[in-house]
């Protein structure tokens, strides 16, 4: 059963640094799409990076860029979220989640992650 885990929200000031786990299981770290999604309250879910293992490219998502870096651990079936200069919009419950098909971040966008984990929340208070 595949399954994904995030963790490492919490309360920090604007400017300051925060960074999340999505801890993967139940399935060979290899071949994946992780994306990092975040949902502020009142809002629509929004794409925040998207990292295909199969040609090592990341996207980011337009509000994040230059701020927001991946990087992934294999040994621990880890991908970290390191989220720097944070602003009070960032303020969010962020989820990770996993596609297993192949078909890279611009394709899976289209056809949607098959598996989510649960959400956590990131507050940045002004």
């Known amino acids: 059963e595949v399954q994904l885990q995030a963790s490492g929200g919490g309360l920090v000031q604007a400017g300051g640094s925060l960074r999340l786990s999505c801890a993967a299981s139940g399935f060979t770290f290899d071949g994946y799409v992780i994306g990092w999604y975040r949902q502020a309250p009142g809002k629509e879910r929004e794409g925040v990076l998207c990292?295909?293992?199969?040609?090592?490219?990341?996207y980011y998502g337009d509000s994040v860029k230059g701020r927001f870096t991946t990087s992934t651990d294999n040994a621990k079936s880890t991908v970290y979220l390191e989220m720097n200069s944070l602003k009070p919009e960032d303020t969010a419950v962020y989820y990770c989640a996993a596609d297993l098909r192949g078909m890279g971040c611009i394709l899976t966008a289209v056809h949607g992650m098959s598996y989510w984990g649960k959400g956590t929340l990131v507050t940045v208070s002004s």
């Open positions: 990292v295909s293992s199969s040609d090592g490219i990341t």
